[in-house]
């Protein structure tokens, strides 16, 4: 069982910058990946970025060259830093834990979510 609370969401304005962090219950390092993903209205949830726990990391094209995953192992904490941001970014971000428990078993825990907005 993991839980994960997100923090840092909010207004911000275009061309701005914002840094959302996710908290998890245990220790990180003990989890295979790491990721954010967004859902806004009327849409599917997506995969923003994903970083593992060997420090690969994963971005959406959308978001590539602006956005960044990092994880610090010692505070359980991954984070995502968006620069540059569009009006288009606007959305619910989620934080999401995914541990591969065997070949077969995989388990995926979500955060609460937090809202971004991104307006002028």
């Known amino acids: 069982q993991v839980q994960l609370v997100e923090s840092g969401g909010g207004l911000v304005q275009p061309g701005g910058s914002l840094r959302l962090s996710c908290a998890a219950s245990?220790?990180?390092?003990?989890?295979?990946?790491m990721g954010w993903y967004r859902q806004a209205p009327g849409t599917k949830r997506e995969l923003v970025a994903s970083?593992?726990?060997?420090?690969?990391?994963n971005y959406a094209d959308s978001v590539k060259g602006r956005f960044t995953i990092s994880r610090d192992n010692a505070k359980n904490t991954v984070y995502l830093q968006m620069n540059s941001v569009k009006p288009e970014d606007t959305a619910v971000y989620y934080c999401?834990?995914?541990?591969?428990?065997?070949?077969?078993?995989?388990?995926?825990?979500w955060g609460q979510g937090t809202q971004v907005i991104v307006s002028s």
């Open positions: 245990r220790n990180i390092f003990s989890i295979d990946t």
């Open positions: 999401n834990a995914h541990i591969v428990a065997s070949s077969r078993t995989a388990y995926n825990y």
């Open positions: 970083i593992s726990n060997g420090g690969t990391t």
